[in-house]
């Protein structure tokens, strides 16, 4: 009886020893793919992958290089590779059939001399180039839940999107910005050009923009906005929250701000009156553009 007892106390514990070995024995993921490319005559670059984070650097040379670190080293799960006489297309390659075990992230060097075109896509992937001061011609950032990092872009179009994600960025610089959420926060140290920013309920915090702007949540989320430098005329519409706008202090401007169930709050209120649910009026004597807010269920707040 005591020896049955010892055995299946030994069976119990070499059990539990495999379990044990199993878990410490996780692979990490190490480089498994290299790929480098001429520069030389592109004009746009594509890198889309799914759940990967990536992560740009600058290149030491004039050659983009692609790096993949994975768990399981297979050919089958590399890169694959679009290219033609101007552009490279880069995307995820396969996957294990059961694939709770395996991971993957890429690392992108790009050069500083690149000016080009680039875009970049995901879907749970964290998207991260915050180490990288950047020039092109055009950016496309669009990521579907994953975080997305910007430092600086400048750019004559700039387009980022995100389901659910967070876009995260310390500056912007283009003729034409256009940012696109769902759900996904919209974050930016400083912007300089003509946005066109449209969210369903996400939030929206610029703490310093230059230039001209269309403004939409198109459900809720707060909008906050801050202009140091206005060279166009400014829209803001915000269906079930709030609006915060910070205008120059020397603007000269008309102003149209409309509420169904909210409050209209400004600094200028000697220059303005009301008529409804409409408070309108000309802040300044030579006014340069037009300012509209507009809101149906969320308070605004403009100041000066």
């Known amino acids: 009886m005591k020896m049955k007892k010892l055995l299946k106390a030994c069976f119990v514990a070499a059990v539990g020893l495999l379990i044990l070995t199993g ?25 889309s992958y799914d759940e990967e984070k990536v992560t740009f ?19 089958s799960y590399y890169a694959k590779v679009n290219q033609s006489s101007n552009s490279i297309q880069i995307s995820e390659g396969g996957k294990p059939f059961f694939k709770d075990d395996f991971s993957r992230y890429v690392e992108v060097y790009l050069p500083a001399s690149y000016h080009e075109s680039l875009t970049v896509t995901t879907t749970d992937g964290d998207i991260n180039i915050s180490a990288l001061e950047m020039t092109l011609n055009a950016l496309r950032i669009d990521s579907t839940a994953g975080a997305v990092k910007l430092n600086i872009v400048a750019a004559q179009n700039i387009h980022l999107s995100t389901t659910s994600g967070v876009l995260d960025v310390n500056r912007l610089e283009a003729d034409t910005i256009r940012v696109d959420t769902t759900s996904g926060s919209f974050s930016c140290h400083t912007l300089n050009g003509n946005v066109a920013y449209t969210s ?105």
């Open 200 to 304: 369903t309920s996400g939030n929206a915090n610029i703490q310093s923009a230059i230039g001209s702007g269309n403004y939409k949540a198109n459900n809720s989320g707060e909008l906050n906005v801050v202009y140091t430098e206005v060279t166009g005329d400014l829209s803001f519409y915000n269906k079930n929250d709030s609006i915060h706008v910070t205008l120059p202090v020397d603007l000269e401007f008309e102003f149209q701000a409309t509420t169904k169930n909210g409050s209209v709050s400004t600094n200028f209120q000697e220059s303005i009156s009301m008529d409804g649910r409409t408070t309108s009026g000309t802040v300044g004597e030579h006014p340069t553009v037009t300012v509209k807010v507009e809101t149906n269920n969320g308070d605004i707040e403009v100041t000066q």
């Open 57 to 75: 650097y600058e290149s030491e040379n004039n050659e983009l290089t692609i790096k993949e670190y994975m768990t399981e080293n297979k050919s």
């Open 23 to 47: 878990c410490s024995n996780k692979q990490s993921s190490t480089l498994a793919n290299e790929l480098t490319f001429s520069l030389d005559d592109i004009s746009e670059v594509t890198i």
